[in-house]
């Protein structure tokens, strides 16, 4: 029998007839008025897609990542809690270990004690800069099957601190050292940018990509061994990304970026791989109605994965206020294990492929994030740009106006601006300071700060509690 269509029978139906259609049904309300929205990217959001919005002549296409992994965070300040911690936490489901270490003096095989890593990928956030520790580390993976990503990101330092490591010239030569050291280890991976910064402190998606397109060029114009052609190199870059709220906008935005970047290291002659770790926003988190918070991460989890992120790792609803407890983040981790095994968001990472909503967003989205890319690229580059407070100028302008829409109740927060339960109390359960601090301190550059929507509203209930 010979195979047909499901849809031969019918007509193919053009966007314009569907307009036609949907503005007979208003009934004389204007169709722009009525349906369409405007985003802060400045995309304007129709009531329907078709194929005919998608550009067919786009060169930015995004490539496919299958599976991810459910991370989670560990703050290292002993290192065998830290091991017992990590042990514990691979029982019950993470498949991906993400260490933050502030001390460089670290002893890695306690660190890494009886941990299977054959088949856990590692992720070190390393508060330091430091060649000898992370020789040290190279050493004791050396003979070992590991995937190590080391996320050093000495730009990302500045932008959120307002000051090197050390100083420009001395990080820039570290980072380079560590790079020649690493090259050839086909397991470790050096770079990352960070555009979660961006995200919290206000930035629409528009500047996070370009920013983060940017931010990631100025290593690969710096670096040497990128320019000698070598082929025994290994070369990655990790991207540390925050989403928010808009969902779909979300799953385009991480689209985009894996688009974006596809582009760029062809540019350099290189397919270079990128590996993208996802975590919740704090932006739009709260203290009161807290529970929501639940909701929130749930909805940008969904987004991480069908935005195709290899790693996730869930923000514990709790985590403005209460220091890290087994029940926060058991609740995390469980709400990404919900996901992958009970709701087969391990088997539906394809699910937006060729829809044509998305893919016109992470059409949009990169098309509107490479031309800012290339104004940035024109008036010097990220670092230049960085220095002269430029980047942070438009991140806070960007800001104001989402914090406008806040205010107005036009950026909704259940249980924040709209529909609070005012007899909700917390001054006596803040066991971490919620809010921006504030400190007097010299610095190099003016640092991105990063801020929360609810903040002033928050204070202010504290105070009338």
Request: hydrophobic share 35%.
């Amino acid at each position: 029998m010979k195979n047909e269509s499901l849809f031969s029978e019918f007509q193919e139906v053009s966007a314009k007839q569907w307009k036609q259609k949907i503005q007979f049904d208003l009934k004389g309300a204007d169709y722009n008025e009525t349906l369409v929205w405007e985003s802060l990217e400045g995309i304007h959001v129709k009531p329907f897609y078709h194929s005919e919005d998608l550009d067919k002549t786009s060169s930015l296409v995004s490539t496919h990542n299958d599976i991810w992994q459910i991370g989670q965070s560990i703050y290292v300040n002993d290192e065998v809690e830290a091991n017992e911690k990590a042990k514990d936490v691979l029982n019950k489901g993470v498949s991906s270990l993400v260490f933050k270490i502030s001390n460089s003096s670290i002893t890695w095989s306690v660190l890494f004690k009886n941990l299977d890593l054959t088949n856990t990928p590692i992720h070190l956030h390393l508060n330091f800069l430091d060649n000898e520790a992370i020789t040290r580390l190279i050493n004791f993976v050396d003979d070992k099957v590991i995937e190590v990503y080391l996320h050093i990101d000495i730009l990302g330092h500045l932008a959120r601190t307002g000051n090197w490591f050390y100083n420009q010239t001395k990080d820039h030569q570290i980072l380079e050292d560590i790079f020649h050291t690493c090259a050839t280890k086909k397991n470790i991976s050096v770079l990352a940018v960070d555009l979660s910064l961006y995200q919290n402190a206000g930035g629409d998606m528009v500047q996070q990509l370009a920013y983060s397109l940017a931010h990631a060029n100025e290593y690969l114009n710096h670096l040497s061994l990128l320019k000698q052609g070598s082929e025994e190199k290994s070369i990655s870059m990790t991207f540390n990304v925050a989403v928010g709220g808009n969902y779909f906008f979300e799953i385009a935005k991480l689209k985009a970026l894996r688009a974006l970047w596809s582009a760029l290291s062809k540019e350099y002659n290189f397919d270079l791989p990128c590996h993208i770790k996802v975590t919740p926003s704090k932006r739009n988190k709260t203290i009161y109605d807290y529970n929501v918070n639940m909701l929130r991460t749930t909805s940008e989890c969904m987004s991480a994965v069908l935005g195709e992120a290899n790693t996730v790792c869930n923000l514990p609803y709790d985590s403005l206020y209460h220091k890290d407890n087994e029940f926060g983040e058991r609740i995390a981790r469980n709400q990404l294990l919900l996901l992958k095994e009970e709701s087969y968001f391990d088997d539906a990472v394809k699910a937006v492929e060729g829809t044509y909503y998305i893919e016109s967003l992470t059409q949009q989205l990169a098309e509107k994030a490479l031309v800012l890319f290339k104004q940035i690229e024109n008036s010097g580059g990220f670092l230049k740009q960085l220095k002269e407070g430029i980047i942070q100028k438009k991140i806070k302008e960007n800001a104001a106006k989402e914090q406008t829409k806040f205010d107005k109740e036009e950026l909704v927060l259940i249980g924040t601006n709209t529909f609070q339960n005012m007899e909700d109390k917390m001054k006596d359960d803040l066991e971490l300071h919620p809010f921006v601090k504030t400190e007097k301190r010299k610095t190099v550059i003016e640092p991105i700060i990063q801020k929360r929507l609810s903040e002033v509203l928050e204070q202010k209930r504290l105070q009338d509690e």
